[in-house]
Structure formats: structure tokens, C-alpha cells
């Protein structure tokens, strides 16, 4: 049971990049979110989604896409990086209401945009 | 979702109990208090929860004030794997869907 899934770990793009982070589930949870880490800050969330199909932005949107065509994947996609997308990635899922805000959290994904 | 505030850093001997304050004055009736910590470059790690009892578990202990505005982390043997930064959320149950919002949070120092 590997909780969540984060590839790749790291990743350097260039300015006007494009990439998909990849996040998975083996848990079975309905819930699924993209957040970003700078350093010195907290979480802020990107997107998120409710179920397959269902996905909503959250505080930092701009510049990300996601969708969620299966309830394991959320994959996040980057459509022309920029520097200031620069930042720890995490992918996050959690059982809906009886286990809401009690998030598992994928190890991260390291992205520098050059 | 009510506020909250934490020390910016805390510094704790191996061994002995960490107890991380939260003030969250603003919190309404059904808002829980959740706790998470986040050691160097990993994911953040859920701890713990609480409505108004206070809650054991293998982690830690939260104990929640009578006027529920303030609650205390508490560690009780740590170790220095304990040493991370340590996040109080105030939120509705059920309502959230993963929309936690991660302020600051607690340094959490541990010496040997």
C-alpha cells in the first residue's frame, strides 16, 4: 500500500516548458488536491477535486491545469512554465466526509524553471 | 475558517514533552482543530483532531481549552525526529474537500 504517488521527484524546465506532474492513489479516496510550496511559506492549494470527473480551482490556480478521469490519477499540468512556478509540488487525497481534512500527502515533486 | 496563531519556533530537549501552543479565539462551534507536521522536504504528515475533548493517540495529545480558543500539541517523549514544522487548521468537518489552508507554523527544535 504506497498511500500516494508522486513522479517525477525532480524535474528542471526551461522557460515556455510544458510537463505533467503525475499523482496516484492506491486508497480509494474521493478527494484529491494539488498544493505548492515556496520556500519559507505554507501549502497553498491549486486545484482540487471531489471525484472523477469533478475537479475546481483553488487559491493559486493561474497557469495550471488538471483533470481527473479516474478516481487513483490527478495528474497536474504545467502549460508553459515560468520561473515563478518554481516550487515543491504536493498531491494530496483524503476519504471524503468521514475522513475529511485528514489529508495523505505524496512526498513531493521538485520543479525549478530556469 | 477561524485563524490562527503560532509561535514561530520552539525548541525542546530529546526526551522531555513538547507542548505546541495555537490560538484560534475566532473559532466557531462546529470547527474542528487539526494538526499536521512537515519534517525537511517531506509531505506534510496528519497528527491529529479534535472538536472539544481531548484526543490521544499513538502521536501526540491535543488538549483543547474549555472556551475552545486556544489548544496544545503535546509530544510527550520527543525525539529528535520529532523536529519539523508543526501546522494548526481550524476547519469545518466535511466541508473542506482538501481545501486546508497552511499558515506559518511552529519550528519545532528538538535537542539532544
Known amino acids: 500500500n504506497a498511500g500516494v504517488t508522486q513522479t517525477p521527484k525532480f524535474q528542471v524546465l526551461k522557460t515556455g516548458q510544458s510537463m505533467t506532474l503525475q499523482c496516484a492513489q492506491d486508497m480509494n479516496h474521493e478527494y484529491m488536491s494539488w498544493y505548492r510550496q515556496d520556500p519559507g511559506m505554507g501549502l497553498r492549494l491549486i486545484h482540487y477535486?471531489?471525484?472523477?470527473?469533478?475537479?475546481d480551482q483553488g487559491e493559486v490556480p493561474n497557469g495550471y491545469n488538471v483533470s481527473r478521469s479516474t478516481t487513483e490519477d490527478f495528474p497536474l499540468r504545467l502549460l508553459s512554465a515560468a520561473p515563478s512556478q518554481t516550487s515543491v509540488y504536493f498531491c494530496a487525497c483524503h476519504g471524503g466526509s468521514s475522513g475529511a481534512n485528514v489529508l495523505t500527502f505524496g512526498a513531493g515533486s521538485r520543479l525549478t524553471v530556469l | 475558517d477561524a485563524k490562527t496563531t503560532q509561535p514561530p519556533s520552539m525548541d525542546c530537549a530529546e526526551g522531555r514533552a513538547a507542548n505546541l501552543p495555537c490560538n484560534h479565539s475566532t473559532i466557531s462551534g462546529n470547527e474542528y482543530v487539526y494538526w499536521y507536521r512537515q519534517i525537511h522536504s517531506q509531505g506534510p504528515q496528519y497528527i491529529i483532531h479534535g472538536l472539544k475533548n481531548n484526543e490521544t493517540n499513538e502521536m501526540a495529545s491535543l488538549i483543547i481549552t474549555e472556551d475552545r480558543k486556544s489548544s496544545t500539541l503535546i509530544l510527550p517523549h520527543a525525539t529528535l525526529r520529532d523536529t519539523a514544522v508543526y501546522y494548526c487548521?481550524?476547519?469545518?468537518?466535511?466541508?473542506?474537500?482538501?481545501?486546508?489552508?497552511f499558515g506559518q507554523g511552529t519550528i519545532l527544535t528538538v535537542h539532544p
Open positions: 477535486s471531489v471525484g472523477a470527473g469533478i475537479t
Open positions: 487548521i481550524v476547519r469545518l468537518r466535511g466541508t473542506s474537500y482538501g481545501k486546508l489552508t
